[in-house]
């Protein structure tokens, strides 16, 4: 199936001791680029986390969004450090003395100094959090890449009917191509005979001119390339999986193709064709750009 690198997923997991939430968004990117953000409990948990992720993702640029409610009442232990609170102190003092000013230090400002009161988490259980983490995480993960694939079922259907019209384009240029080779010939012979007058013409000099031209207008090789590259896009789209960059390849090598097809074209009606056939490609590589 294809998967469009556009996407989003959440999914919110609670037990009788915390909550965890998962809330997954991407957007297109030529490569994966995990973007993470975790409260400084879950931290490290950050590797298990991109392997997860890596499971479900190829490409894209994904941000990642973890909240962790704990409701353990005895989950959290306030430390008072002493000797920080100390060394505040006596700095404190001497700078008051050092530049003449009033000492009014309190309580309340020195228990807000950096370390003096910490928190730290008591009896915590890596196993129990981590499958709270992970249940959210996957569940987040599989919402995700519904719409993804949703959104790439969507692109997948637009891009076959725009090869069905390539493809379409491609049938009247062959078809097209022998008869303007003969009105060539129907003009160069009429030309021909008004200069001479009616007299005799050779007519070994008038198919020699005709295969000249011929070859000079000849795009047999680039509509047998150009329908075997729509046939490749085709059967990427209908294989699936992370099909992306080799679109991409093949949407170049279907310009280059209908700019050689362009620069040939003597014809204003295989002209017109080819410039539809280079807007419907330009359109397919747009869309390619949100596949994964």
């Known amino acids: ?161 725009k090869l069905d019209s390539m493809s379409a384009n491609v049938a009247f240029i062959e078809e097209r191509y022998p008869q303007i080779i003969e009105d060539y010939k129907n003009r160069l012979t009429s030309k021909i005979k008004e200069v001479l007058d009616d007299k005799q013409i050779d007519e070994s000099r008038i198919l020699t001119e005709v295969c000249i031209y011929s070859d000079k207008v000849c795009v047999d090789e680039e509509m047998v390339r150009l329908k075997s590259h729509i046939d490749a896009v085709r059967e990427a789209l209908t294989s699936g999986g992370a099909v992306g960059k080799r679109l991409d390849f093949l949407a170049q090598e279907l310009n280059r193709e209908a700019n050689t097809t362009l620069s040939k074209s003597t014809d204003i009606e295989i002209s017109n064709v080819a410039i539809t056939i280079k807007t419907e490609i330009e359109k397919i590589r747009e869309q390619i750009q949100n596949i994964e």
């Open 1 to 161: 199936m294809i998967k469009s690198m556009t996407g989003y997923g959440r999914s919110e997991k609670v037990t009788p001791t915390a909550k965890c939430t998962v809330e997954i968004k991407s957007v297109n990117h030529r490569y994966l680029d995990l973007s993470i953000k975790l409260p400084r409990k879950l931290n490290m948990f950050e590797a298990e986390i991109r392997d997860v992720l890596k499971d479900y993702i190829q490409r894209g640029k994904v941000d990642v969004y973890v909240s962790f409610e704990d409701y353990s009442k005895e989950s959290v232990n306030i430390k008072y450090n002493s000797e920080i609170a100390a060394e505040y102190v006596k700095y404190f003092a001497q700078m008051a003395e050092e530049f003449e000013l009033d000492n009014d230090i309190r309580v309340s400002t020195l228990s807000r100094m950096p370390e003096v009161l910490v928190s730290e988490d008591e009896n915590i259980n890596e196993e129990e959090i981590w499958k709270l983490v992970k249940d959210a995480l996957t569940e987040a993960c599989d919402a995700f890449v519904v719409t993804r694939i949703k959104e790439g079922e969507n692109l997948k259907n637009d891009l076959l009917e």
